[in-house]
């Protein structure tokens, strides 16, 4: 089976996940926090714009680039790129300080935040894209305002406003995949959020292929998203390959029939472990480089 058609169906390329947070240098990941059981995070303007202090703060502190955001009353999201091996060090010294500044300021004990934050690692241009519409879309969806840019806490005006803002946010990267020209590329974007917002997305907590689907829906929507000069930046980088070099990688080894020297073999794992950060099952695994359950596991142990 076509690496190709996997995305075609709906596989993901991306993956959400609590526990085995991934890592790595120039990751970009979608961070999911919230606060315990139906407590708040927010009660004024002045705690939404103490958590942007602290997300700019642990932005620079910990070479992190912010592409959006979205606050909402008991709950976050994030999507950054961390240019450190620092994830975990960075989360916890965000969530932790914004806890501190809230319980004092509220005389208040005890656990603000839902235990670990999620992390949904973007391994596509698609899935990227997917993960900044749905993030504009939260408050929409939530039913708080009609229009994405009614809400004040995200950066939807970064992305569609007509100005060009000065800030610690990277939102023109995330255009550029769009067009080189950032007036077009808002356009576009404007776009596509229009026609995503009548796109039924569900809560990606409770329906982890969430984004996933949008992912695929926006390629079927919108085939040229990626054209143009752009067409060649690389979302990830420093061990992680794009769709496209994963795709040649599976057709190489799948007309191997037997694997024996040790580079070929080094290129399965490289291959076996591509399609696990992906979210890629065992039997999809399988599917894709048609070779046995055993066949994997011993792979991997090597």
Request: with cysteine; net charge positive; hydrophobic share 35%.
């Amino acid at each position: 089976m076509e690496f190709s058609d996997l995305i075609k169906r709906g596989v993901r390329q991306g993956y959400l996940r609590s526990r085995r947070k991934s890592s790595q240098l120039g990751l970009i990941s979608h961070i999911i926090q919230r606060a315990v059981g139906r407590e708040p995070l927010f009660l004024e303007d002045a705690d939404y714009l103490y958590m942007l202090k602290v997300i700019r703060d642990v932005a620079g502190e910990y070479d992190l680039t912010v592409f959006s955001f979205c606050l909402m009353s008991n709950h976050l999201h994030l999507l950054l790129r961390q240019n450190r091996n620092n994830l975990s060090c960075a989360m916890q010294s965000l969530f932790g300080r914004y806890a501190v500044y809230f319980n004092d300021k509220y005389h208040r004990k005890g656990h603000l935040f839902c235990g670990a934050y999620r992390q949904s690692a973007c391994y596509g241009k698609y899935y990227f894209l997917a993960a900044s519409i749905y993030i504009h879309l939260n408050p929409v969806r939530a039913g708080l305002v009609r229009q994405a840019g009614d809400y004040r806490w995200t950066t939807w005006n970064l992305y569609c406003g007509d100005r060009a803002v000065n800030s610690f946010v990277d939102w023109a990267y995330p255009l550029r995949l769009l067009d080189e020209d950032i007036v077009a590329a808002k356009s576009k974007y404007r776009r596509l959020m229009d026609q995503a917002q009548w796109h039924k997305t569900e809560e990606v907590l409770e329906r982890p292929k969430t984004i996933s689907r949008l992912s695929v829906w926006l390629r079927q929507q919108f085939p040229k998203t990626s054209a143009g000069a752009s067409s060649q930046e690389r979302l990830l980088q420093n061990g992680y390959i794009d769709d496209t070099e994963l795709d040649n990688l599976l057709d190489r080894l799948r007309s191997k029939k037997r694997l024996t020297k040790p580079t070929d073999i080094q290129a399965r794992r490289f291959a076996i472990q591509q399609l696990q950060a992906r979210g890629f099952s065992i039997r999809e695994i399988m599917d894709c480089l048609e070779i046995t359950r055993p066949t994997i596991y011993n792979t991997l142990a090597r």
